[in-house]
């Protein structure tokens, strides 16, 4: 079956301009997260969504960051006013439900350089 | 400050070897995982252990819980260039927040 998928896979911006990264995760999971992965360090979590609602941002580094999921699927990380700190690899992960016992399965990731 | 820590960071080995990745923290965790990951793709899980001084097996993959809870070990026997990759260990910070270590990147050479 189709995995964890997010687009695009590359994004080259400028500073100062916004970006939108899209995660379309394994149909009928719930619950869906966000990772930020620098070069060299393991991922770092940003938000978790339980249905559409976020629940849990707390790890979102500040305001520039935004995330929403209408629709309790498909999920858009919003990035405003992009610095050059922001470029990484941000990761999409899904689990069919939520607790330790649960998998989360990772996308592929989009690659963002900031210049 | 790595909540998680890793050690080795690297680790080149030859075909054939043994070798241990460990992770350490000053917290307790309710449950500890490794992943492995390629380049240019997601983390894949490999394991999760959850009960203290706890040992699952994966093929030629031991994995450890100790007895606290504070620290796992991943050992590798007879090591292929297949294993190269970077492994992460994770934790549950509540249900579902999961925390990374910095990852050991590995290479078997053949």
């Known amino acids: 079956g189709a995995g964890v998928s997010q687009t695009p896979s590359n994004k080259v911006t400028e500073k100062g301009k916004y970006v939108e990264l899209r995660c379309d995760p394994i149909?009928?999971?719930?619950?869906l997260y966000w990772y930020r992965q620098s070069l060299g360090q393991g991922p770092e979590f940003l938000i978790y969504f339980q249905g559409t609602g976020a629940a849990d941002d707390s790890g979102l580094p500040n305001d520039r960051f935004f995330a929403v999921r209408p629709e309790g699927s498909v999920s858009t990380l919003k990035i405003q006013r992009t610095e050059r700190g922001d470029s990484a690899v941000y990761l999409c992960?899904?689990?069919?439900?939520?607790?330790?016992?649960?998998?989360?399965?990772f996308g592929p990731g989009t690659r963002l350089l900031v210049l | 400050t790595q909540l998680l820590e890793q050690s080795p960071q690297f680790l080149s080995i030859q075909e054939g070897e043994n070798l241990t990745v460990y992770c350490n923290s000053s917290?307790?965790?309710?449950?500890l995982q490794w992943y492995r990951q390629e380049p240019g793709e997601g983390p894949v899980l490999l394991v999760t252990?959850?009960?203290?001084?706890e040992v699952k097996k994966l093929k030629r993959l031991t994995f450890q819980f100790g007895d606290a809870r504070k620290d796992s070990s991943l050992h590798i026997t007879a090591a292929q260039p297949g294993d190269t990759g970077l492994y992460l260990c994770?934790?549950?910070?509540?249900?579902?927040?999961?925390?990374f270590g910095q990852g050991t990147r590995l290479t078997i050479n053949p």
């Open positions: 149909s009928g999971h719930t619950a």
């Open positions: 994770a934790g549950h910070q509540g249900a579902q927040k999961l925390v």
């Open positions: 992960a899904s689990s069919l439900g939520t607790g330790f016992r649960e998998t989360q399965y």
């Open positions: 252990v959850v009960t203290g001084g």
């Open positions: 917290s307790v965790f309710s449950s």
